[in-house]
């Protein structure tokens, strides 16, 4: 809940954004996993590209982060502007949306700018079925069930 109330300030606070999102760190063992999307941000804080593939993607060829170009996984929390859900229903998919089949896409794409805020979470998505056995096993490692 804090996490969704920070990003509803975050865009009142960009007034020229009409979606936010928020990421975190991406874990080197999820790099290759095509259901962890990552984000890419300028240095305004302002999403550039949404992607499952690995983006940078110097950063896992090296072996080594680097600081300037991190690794962002996108948490799928999402905010949007209540007068911009009404233009947004009525946009057609995008080309980069179907290719990577991610609404966000859609927006970009559109000329519109959305607002990211990084983090400090440990993301467990549950994407596909497989995802369901690493939650359970995360949970009875911390007596969570």
């Known amino acids: 809940m804090r996490v969704v109330l920070h990003r509803r300030v975050t865009l009142q606070c960009s007034p020229d954004a009409v979606f936010s999102t928020a990421v975190t760190s991406l874990k080197p063992e999820d790099a290759f996993d095509p259901n962890r999307v990552r984000c890419v941000i300028d240095n305004l804080g302002y999403a550039i590209y949404f992607s499952r593939g690995l983006i940078p993607f110097n950063n896992f060829l090296s072996g080594k982060v680097n600081s300037n170009f991190p690794s962002l996984l996108h948490l799928g929390i999402q905010s949007y502007d209540a ?6 229903s009525d946009l057609t998919p995008t080309p980069l949306q179907l290719e990577e089949d991610l609404e966000q896409l859609k927006v970009l794409e559109n000329g519109y700018k959305m ?15 497989e995802d369901v056995e690493k939650i359970e096993r995360y949970m009875r490692e911390r007596n969570l069930s």
């Open 115 to 129: 607002k990211v805020i990084k983090v400090e979470h440990e993301a467990h998505g549950v994407d596909v079925p």
């Open 83 to 88: 007068e911009f859900l009404k233009i947004y």
